[in-house]
């Protein structure tokens, strides 16, 4: 069964930085793209970017919105996906998810972690 | 990139049919077949329930349809039930490798 569960949410003050992890099980994780996808509160849904798989050479692409300030990066050994959000403001206050790519699509996701960020 | 564009609530009665649509350009709805829609109850997971337009993974029932023409999509939800109280996303593929979302419906089940 696939699972995939993010962690490292917190509260964080403005200007600081957090890492994300995204642990996976249940599939072959190198075969797939990532995506990482947030929920402001009140908000919808907003791509932050994604990763492609070992065939595609696990590059990075970003949302304009994010771009420059969040990383993304994968380690296949680990079966994890990784989100670096740097010089954070309160308006990336969110809930933060990762997503399977199943060709152009989302076809799992976890349940998700909080980041607020406030002094 | 700006989101697509959908309406902010729609409702109806157990049984019926409602129809959610979602529009944008040609860099995003009109120029791709990725078209997909997610139900989304808050603080959980969200689920896939189209892809591709109009396909549906196994396990999602043949009550939910999609379609597209132009630049708008749409999601039909028929025989509508208690459970289908959700918020609703619309997301496609857009130029420059890049993914964008609906800004979401909020299904209601009077």
Same mark, same amino acid.
């Not at chain 1, 771009?67 to 206050?93: H, V, W």
């Not at chain 2, 509508?80 to 918020?87: F, I, K, M, N, Y």
């Given at each position: 069964?696939?699972?995939?569960?993010? *962690?490292?949410?917190?509260?964080?003050?403005?200007?600081?930085?957090?890492?994300?992890?995204?642990?996976?099980?249940?599939?072959?994780?190198?075969?797939?793209?990532?995506?990482?996808?947030?929920?402001?509160?009140? %908000?919808?849904?907003?791509?932050?970017?994604?990763?492609?798989?070992?065939?595609?050479?696990? &590059?990075?692409?970003?949302?304009? *919105?994010?771009?420059?300030?969040? &990383?993304? *990066?994968?380690?296949?050994? %680990? %079966?994890?996906?990784?989100?670096?959000?740097?010089?954070?403001?309160?308006?990336?206050?969110?809930?933060?998810?990762?997503?399977?790519?199943?060709?152009?699509?989302?076809?799992?996701?976890?349940?998700? &972690?909080?980041? &607020?960020?406030? *002094? | 990139?700006?989101? /697509?564009?959908? $309406?902010?609530?729609?409702?109806?009665? $157990?049984?019926?049919?409602?129809?959610?649509?979602?529009?944008?350009?040609? +860099?995003?709805?009109?120029?791709? !077949?990725?078209?997909?829609?997610?139900? !989304? !109850?808050?603080?959980?997971? $969200?689920?896939? /329930?189209?892809? +591709? @337009?109009?396909?549906?993974?196994?396990?999602? $029932?043949?009550?939910?349809?999609?379609? #597209?023409?132009?630049?708008?999509?749409?999601?039909?939800?028929?025989?509508?039930?208690?459970? +289908?109280?959700? +918020?609703?996303?619309?997301?496609?593929?857009?130029?420059?490798?890049?993914? @964008?979302?609906?800004?979401?419906? #909020?299904?209601? @089940?009077?």
């Amino acid at each position: 069964e696939v699972h995939l569960v993010e *962690s490292g949410g917190a509260l964080v003050q403005p200007g600081r930085s957090l890492r994300l992890s995204c642990t996976t099980s249940g599939f072959t994780f190198e075969f797939h793209s990532m995506s990482w996808v947030r929920q402001a509160p009140g %908000k919808g849904l907003e791509w932050l970017g994604f990763i492609t798989a070992i065939g595609y050479g696990e &590059t990075a692409q970003y949302a304009a *919105s994010v771009r420059g300030r969040f &990383t993304i *990066s994968r380690d296949d050994s %680990k %079966k994890a996906a990784y989100l670096q959000l740097n010089t954070l403001r309160a308006d990336d206050t969110a809930v933060y998810y990762c997503a399977r790519h199943d060709g152009m699509r989302f076809d799992y996701w976890g349940q998700g &972690t909080v980041v &607020t960020v406030s *002094s | 990139q700006s989101a /697509l564009t959908q $309406p902010a609530s729609v409702s109806g009665s $157990p049984g019926q049919s409602i129809t959610i649509s979602c529009t944008g350009t040609a +860099d995003d709805v009109g120029g791709y !077949h990725y078209l997909s829609w997610y139900q !989304h !109850h808050p603080g959980t997971a $969200p689920k896939l /329930l189209i892809y +591709d @337009v109009n396909n549906r993974p196994s396990g999602v $029932p043949d009550r939910f349809s999609g379609s #597209k023409s132009g630049n708008t999509a749409s999601l039909t939800i028929s025989g509508l039930q208690a459970g +289908d109280e959700a +918020d609703y996303y619309c997301n496609s593929y857009a130029t420059g490798n890049t993914w @964008v979302f609906g800004g979401g419906t #909020k299904v209601t @089940v009077l």
